[in-house]
């Protein structure tokens, strides 16, 4: 076992995940990064005092120049990195200099490609890494995995997710858990499927459908991008079907879809006021803070369906997950399903269970395990079974 972790970015996700790690994977120590050291200080001092030891030392790193990035790395056996999607290739080269082996949030299929291209390197190096670890992409993937496995065969897996407030306040009825440019990066790009045994990309917004969440009634879900991660490409020739929607309250999707449509997502330049800007840049300087500004206590709704045979008969699985903000630890249930899903997956690997080289994330650890480690953190799922000729409408 390998025992000193570190974090890179101790914002919400990250201070979950070194939260998970000190509770779970019984660290020798857990060094928490980020470029503000204030940050990385209120990191490990609320996770020292949730678990009433000094587990965590904060640093100061930055992880844009690589002479401080590698003096961070070099001091651990595995960094979990919670930075911007677009930044995990760049960690990774680092990880490899440095003998790291490395798990990631993801978020953007084609940049978690761009990690996957290190493959050969980091088997030369001895390392293992693994991208797209929290929860959607991640934690969902593991429902999707938890499907095939249960299912003699499968045909269709169908995943769904949305983290959520409490109390939705209209008009968006939502509430900002992470970064508005990386929300606006899920419903701007393509979605990755497979489809009739082909991976293709799909429009997002779109495909609306109605969903019932027994807690919630009547929910919308649309496409958004990077849910499924490499899932489809992993599982093409095996499943016929692969795909992943995103939960809101009803009527967000065709809100959000106003912006999309007109222009406020473009990422050219345009000349306002002799200024040259870009409308993505502009929208979420100036949305972003205006969302956040609606505080409220959160929860998540996830669920898998899969549909195939089961002991010789057409099934249907489903899968539910629910949860709800912690009162105990403070910690949102976007930070639990993310940050411990992370952390997870980290101690997969840091515990030898996992193969050198670049891993795609479904091939990392199994769904079933998986979702028993969920358990073991109090947070669990429900499966029901349907075996019918009805089932694979």
């Known amino acids: 076992m390998k025992n000193t972790f570190a974090i890179l970015g101790s914002g919400m996700q990250g201070t979950a995940a070194a939260y998970d790690l000190a509770k779970f994977a019984d660290p020798d120590q857990i060094y928490v990064g980020d470029a503000s050291y204030q940050q990385a200080i209120k990191c490990a001092s609320r996770v020292n005092g949730l678990v009433g030891r000094e587990v965590c030392t904060p640093m100061h790193v930055d992880a844009l120049d690589p002479k401080s990035l590698n003096a961070f790395l070099s001091q651990t056996d595995i960094v979990l990195s919670c930075l911007p999607y677009w930044m995990h290739p760049m960690v990774a080269k680092s990880a490899i200099e440095t003998i790291t082996d490395m798990v990631d949030l993801g978020g953007n299929t084609d940049i978690t490609m761009q990690t996957l291209e290190l493959d050969d390197r980091a088997r030369d190096a001895g390392i293992t890494v693994v991208p797209d670890c929290g929860l959607a992409p991640g934690l969902v993937n593991n429902i999707g995995c938890a499907l095939i496995e249960t299912l003699d065969k499968t045909e269709t897996v169908r995943l769904y997710c949305g983290v959520l407030p409490q109390n939705p306040k209209p008009p968006f009825n939502y509430k900002l858990t992470f970064n508005m440019e990386g929300l606006v990066t899920e419903y701007d790009y393509e979605a990755v499927v497979l489809r009739k045994g082909e991976v293709i990309k799909v429009d997002t917004l779109s495909e609306l459908e109605t969903l019932h969440i027994d807690e919630l ?6 496409t958004t991008s ?7 490409f992993t599982f093409e020739g095996t499943v016929q079907n692969y795909e992943y929607k995103t939960i809101r309250f009803p009527g967000h ?15 050219d330049e345009v000349t306002v006021k002799d200024a040259k800007v870009r409308p993505k840049d502009v929208f979420n300087t100036v949305f972003g803070p205006e969302l956040a500004k609606f ?6 709704a996830v669920r898998g369906v899969g549909i195939g045979l089961k002991d010789g008969r057409p099934a249907r699985m489903q899968i539910d997950l629910f949860d709800r903000q912690d009162e105990a630890t ?5 930070e639990r399903l993310t940050g411990f899903s992370m952390s997870i997956v980290a101690q997969e690997v840091a515990a030898s269970r996992v193969g050198n080289g670049c891993v795609r ?3 990392a650890m199994s769904g079933t ?9 109090g947070i669990t799922v429900r499966m029901q079974q349907t075996v ?3 089932a694979l409408r």
């Open 217 to 222: 009634g009547e929910m919308e879900a649309f």
């Open 369 to 377: 395990a998986f979702l028993a480690e969920l358990a073991r953190r």
């Open 226 to 232: 990077g849910g499924t991660s490499t899932a489809p």
């Open 361 to 363: 994330y479904e091939k």
């Open 330 to 334: 403070g910690f949102t249930s976007m």
């Open 253 to 267: 999707c065709a809100l959000m879809r106003i912006f999309k449509d007109f222009g406020f997502w473009r990422e």
């Open 388 to 390: 019918e000729l009805e």
């Open 295 to 300: 505080v409220d206590k959160d929860l998540c």
